[in-house]
């Protein structure tokens, strides 16, 4: 069964301190793996798209990998403004998207 | 417009009464899909169109759910019957034809649409 697990589900840091969220994934043919933020009551906004195991992609104090089985978001000296909920996504052959529940950053000034 | 568009933003309806939720993709996007998303949940894949046609429709909870797209731009969700569990918000997203360039593949989100049912 097509499946995606995110976690923590709930993460508070200090401002500055940095951490990775995970997601982990179990599908029949990986076509991509998307990572989201979505802050309350909007939409999710697209923030990376990986392909392959050992891909890697930055934007500003984001970075994503992956590996055959997981995906992390790592954030380097978060700010306030980086509070949202971090959506994981898998595309598969079948053009079918699965997502996981989220997790939920805060970061404390 | 750039993004995505739905509307309307909020709808209050009365349990038993029909509502239709619109999506307005981004221009030249042949794929079009719909999602529920409940409090504390990630987003449910309802129905999936490419082009005209509906591609994927797995994930209709039951026959009270039918969505169109008859010009293959528009697309109209439509909910008979309304019943309190189906108070969600509403998310429709777009991407670029799946074919060639896989750098395409990523969906556009709207803003969503939040369905109560009272």
């Known amino acids: 069964e097509d499946q995606v697990t995110q976690s923590p589900e709930a993460l508070r840091l200090q401002e500055g301190e940095s951490s990775s969220l995970n997601c982990s994934y179990t599908?029949?043919?990986?076509?991509?793996l998307f990572w989201y933020r979505q802050d309350p009551g909007k939409g999710p906004e697209f923030l990376f798209t990986?392909?392959?195991a050992g891909e890697e992609k930055e934007k500003e104090r984001l970075k994503a990998t992956l590996t055959k089985k997981e995906s992390f978001l790592h954030i380097t000296a978060p700010k306030p403004e980086d509070s949202a909920t971090y959506l994981c996504?898998?595309?598969?052959?079948?053009?079918?998207?699965?997502f996981g529940t989220g997790t939920s950053l805060t970061v404390i000034p | 417009g750039a993004g995505v568009s739905q509307t309307p933003s909020n709808k209050v309806t009365e349990k038993g009464k029909y509502v239709e939720l619109r999506c307005d993709p981004i221009?030249?996007?042949?794929?079009l899909y719909w999602y529920r998303q409940s409090l504390g949940q990630g987003p449910e894949f309802l129905i999936y169109f490419q082009g005209t046609g509906a591609a994927d429709d797995s994930g209709l909870p039951n026959d009270r759910f039918f969505a169109v797209r008859p010009e293959g731009s528009v697309s109209t969700l439509k909910i008979q019957r309304t019943e309190r569990g189906d108070s969600a918000m509403y998310l429709c997203?777009?991407?670029?034809?799946?074919?060639?360039?896989?750098?395409?593949?990523?969906?556009?989100f709207g803003p969503g649409t939040r369905l109560t049912v009272l």
């Open positions: 997203a777009s991407s670029s034809p799946s074919g060639g360039d896989s750098s395409y593949n990523e969906q556009f």
């Open positions: 996504a898998v595309r598969t052959f079948g053009n079918q998207f699965y």
């Open positions: 599908v029949s043919g990986l076509r991509g």
């Open positions: 990986l392909y392959s």
């Open positions: 221009s030249g996007h042949t794929a």
